[in-house]
């Protein structure tokens, strides 16, 4: 059975943002079913998670024959065993890697940039004149995405894990009052996290922390 290890419960803010999310969603589409293995935010420190997961975070997984940690990474393996997450082609499955890799790589660091101040530090002496420049850098990537989704329902057009990767990073700017500004790139979002694959797993990582009480999560 392929377990993915996640937090048992996190705080409001990260609630349904853990990445443990993409490794879900990919299981989900990929109709694989998994077991969960729940630790807290003490033991994300201790040696057995760290043989694991070098960096005291979540994801971790395993599916019997690979133990795997960073998300990108085990969304892709799974996307190896389905079709609905990698074409069987060649050059399909090689256009699919170039868009997770952008979607981690090109887009997903301009995210955390805004994301994490303005949620984490938004009353930091320097956080308006670093988000000018954090909100410059981003715009323009989204434009160059925004610009790329034109007549194109998905990055390939057809979903695959490079659309899973692109649309879990773009949703976390769903709070930021930016996607409004990319018609095309928020319309591409919601359409991917439509899917009723997300739905599931959403739920399912929320049920674990509406189900265990609230800890200390430093480090
Ligand atoms: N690049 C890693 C990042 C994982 C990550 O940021 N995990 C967060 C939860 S979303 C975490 O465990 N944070 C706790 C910590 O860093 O102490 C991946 O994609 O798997």
């Keep these: 059975m392929r377990e993915v290890t996640a937090y048992n419960w996190v705080p409001d803010v990260a609630q349904g943002h853990v990445k ?4 879900r969603w990919a299981l989900e589409e990929a109709g694989l079913p ?4 729940l630790i807290d935010h003490q033991q994300k420190l201790q040696p057995e998670h760290l043989k694991r997961q070098p ?12 133990d ?3 998300s990108g990474a085990i969304v892709m393996r799974i996307a190896e065993s389905s079709e609905t ?5 060649e050059a399909g499955r090689a256009r699919t890697m170039s868009w997770a890799f952008a979607a981690l790589n090109s887009i997903e660091p301009f995210v955390m940039k805004v994301s994490w101040t303005e949620l984490f530090w938004p009353d930091a002496p320097w956080a308006p004149a670093y988000l000018v420049h954090a909100r410059g850098m981003l715009g323009g990537r989204l434009a160059q995405l925004e610009q790329w989704l034109e007549r194109r329902d998905y990055l390939e057009g057809r979903f695959t894990a490079g659309d899973l990767l692109m649309a879990s990073v773009l949703r976390d700017l769903e709070r930021h009052n ?7 790139v928020e319309a591409f979002m919601k359409r991917c996290t439509g899917r009723p694959a997300f739905a ?5 990582q929320l049920k674990v922390f509406a189900a265990h009480p609230p800890q200390p999560v430093g480090a």
């Design 20 to 23: 443990d999310l993409r490794v």
């Design 34 to 37: 998994y077991a969960e293995r």
């Design 55 to 66: 960096f005291a975070q979540v994801p971790a997984y395993n599916d019997g024959a690979a």
């Design 68 to 70: 795997m940690f960073e």
């Design 85 to 89: 997450l990698m074409p069987r082609d």
């Design 178 to 184: 930016i996607l409004p500004g990319y018609p095309n």
């Design 200 to 204: 599931r797993a959403l739920e399912a």
